[in-house]
């Protein structure tokens, strides 16, 4: 970049040199005096001059910008160092004039560039803003609380026929009704908020394709206090494979199989009939390359124990390269059982419980009350590194699971499950085993769900970052948009459309739900709340720092006018008596 003050002082070198020429190339008959002060003159007019043009920077007092957003309810007094600014959508009352309004938060600060600290006030800054404060220490004045849906946390996409759940919070001061519904319009699910306004609602989405629930939050009148869009992408998982041993017929292990079938799992599985007699379906052997290409195998105790020592073995080591592995256990324990337990490093015993036990209400599901009657063995199962399965509903473990490898490890004591199917209860017999399933088997291969991505509003920027140099968005009417890296290697993108939007990077792609202004206003208002909180805590540790400005020029011009003067005066003394001649 060309430094135009030294471009300047060049020139004003230049002019000095060809004074000094002139002066040696027709010598004047002034004294040496004179021509001393002649000399100093120009030197000193062309510092000035210089100065005058780039004046030297000084720091000027330190001022606090107050910026205001939002409905702000009332002014404050503003100090002698402060400036009262606003940003587009303040709502406040000025009747003085005190408040300056803004086009943003970068446009203040070159407007006020001796601001050293930042004080916000209302609903704080939005996303356009905040890279703005990001060097100077700022505080967080937050307004009024948004009234409404203020968190959530929802699935962006699901598996056909899993429950996926909506949890949240509202505000405090809010007691109502969370209902959610379908795109059809029928509610699905209801639930009201706890005393901290945490709340949880699921349903279940049978077919693959994009979906838009809504969740509203209505008063004791019926009447909508707030409502945002829940979208959901029901996208057909990969098949779980699972490998299912049963040593003998039992309407455990058919229900069991039924609701693999039902549910869309590869299933292979082998059940004895009698000795050296079996029914087998699929390809239920424990070779190593069959178990490599299983998921997850359940087999009952008394199966476990029949295999050799060998196949224990295979089992085992494809556990610890990923595999799953629940065993079932029919009965109470034997000697030799624990010790076969105690190899897969759990350590039994028995405890006083009722063998009788139920199931939780299944949240979010509709079924608020407990599960049927369910018979449990009274066995006190533990591991160092062990985790529940399974909780009844007084808390007590119904099954636990430890780590092994890069798999996992799981015994389950209840073996008439099946029970909850004949009395109606399909719901919460298949969230059972799919939770247990999804619990225990390989990772990362059947689940089929991405994780919830950020919440995106129309004209708000988006931004990948470590993406990649290229990728191209297509919004919701069709249009193609190529995004590329900028400086800082992110890719950035403003949707001005609603709806559902695609991201493609390589043979890489993604959905993302982009929402309307005024779809959840609530929980936008939190979400910057939120981020204001985060800048200023984050800046707490920074001091504050003031950004020079020029200094004045008005004495820098006095003074080359007076020494020009006295150069002009001295030219015209000495070019007089010669004219006059």
């Known amino acids: 970049m060309i430094d135009t003050s030294l471009i300047f002082a060049v020139v004003l070198v230049l002019l000095v040199c060809f004074g000094l020429i002139a002066e040696v190339l027709h010598p004047r008959s002034d004294s040496r005096a004179t021509k001393l002060l002649r000399l100093i003159l120009l030197v000193a007019s062309c510092i000035a001059a210089h100065r005058m043009a780039f004046p030297p920077e000084a720091v000027s007092a330190e001022q606090t910008l107050v910026v205001l957003s939002g409905e702000i309810a009332a002014l404050p007094e ?14 406040y009352s000025d009747a003085e004039g005190r408040v300056s309004a803004v086009a943003d938060l970068a446009a203040a600060r070159r407007q006020f560039p001796q601001a050293s600290n930042i004080r916000l006030m209302g609903q704080g800054l939005g996303a356009r803003d905040l890279h703005a404060a990001a060097d100077l220490p700022v505080v967080f004045e937050p307004g009024d609380p948004p009234l409404g849906i203020i968190a959530l946390q929802a699935p962006t996409a699901a598996a056909p026929g899993r429950m996926w759940l909506v949890k949240g919070r509202v505000s405090a001061a809010l007691e109502g009704e969370l209902r959610l519904i379908d795109p059809t319009g029928e509610v699905v699910a209801t639930a009201r908020a706890d005393a901290d306004g945490q709340f949880s609602l699921g349903a279940t989405t049978p077919v693959p394709g994009s979906y838009l629930y809504r969740l509203a939050l209505t008063d004791a009148g019926e009447g909508v206090i707030d409502q945002l869009q829940v ?41 004895n009939l009698r000795p050296r007699m079996s029914m087998a379906q699929g390809e239920p052997a424990l070779g190593d390359a069959n178990l490599a290409r299983t998921d997850l195998v359940i087999i009952e105790d008394r199966g476990w124990m029949g295999l050799s020592q060998q196949q224990r073995a295979q089992v085992l080591s494809a556990v610890d390269g990923g595999l799953g592995l629940l065993l079932r256990l029919t009965d109470e324990p034997d000697a030799a059982m624990s010790a076969r337990l105690a190899e ?19 949240a979010g599901a509709g079924v608020e009350e407990m599960g049927p009657p369910i018979q449990r063995r009274t066995l006190a199962l533990s591991a160092v590194d062990g985790r529940p399965l399974l ?85 919701s ?24 939007h695609q991201w493609r990077q390589g043979e890489r792609e993604a959905s993302f739900f982009v929402r309307m202004p005024d779809d959840g206003t609530a929980l936008r208002a939190q979400q910057q709340i939120e981020w ?23 004495p820098w011009a006095a003074l ?15 070019a007089g008596p010669r004219a006059i001649a």
Request: glycine share 10%.
């Open 78 to 91: 503003p100090a002698p160092d402060q400036r009262l600014i606003a940003l587009p959508g303040s709502v």
């Open 477 to 500: 009417s069709g249009q193609a948009l190529e995004l590329v890296a900028g400086v800082d290697g992110c890719l950035s993108y403003w949707p001005t459309q609603p709806g559902w």
């Open 344 to 362: 897969l490093g759990f350590s039994s015993g028995s405890v006083e419980l009722s063998r009788v036990t139920r199931l939780p209400a299944l």
């Open 231 to 271: 979208p959901v992408l029901v996208r057909p998982a990969d098949p779980l494979r699972l490998m299912l041993w049963s040593e003998s017929p039992n309407p455990e292990s058919k229900y069991l199989r039924r609701w693999a079938l039902d549910a869309g799992l590869q299933l292979s599985s082998r059940m």
């Open 391 to 475: 909780l009844d509903e007084q808390g007590e473990p119904l099954g636990v699971w430890r780590p092994s490898g890069s798999g996992r490890l799981g015994v389950f004591w209840v073996s008439d499950t099946h029970r909850l199917t004949l009395v109606g209860e399909q719901t919460r017999f298949a969230s059972l085993w799919a939770d247990l399933v999804a619990t225990l088997a390989r990772f990362g291969v059947a689940s089929g769900v991405s994780p919830a991505t950020a919440r995106h509003w129309v004209n708000q920027r988006i931004d990948w970052c470590d993406a990649g140099s290229t990728a191209s968005v297509t919004d």
């Open 532 to 554: 204001n909180q985060l800048l200023a805590s984050s800046s707490r540790s920074q001091t504050a720092t003031t950004t020079p400005v020029p200094g004045p020029r008005w």
């Open 560 to 574: 080359w006018l007076l020494l020009s003067g006295g150069l002009w005066w001295l030219e015209r003394r000495a």
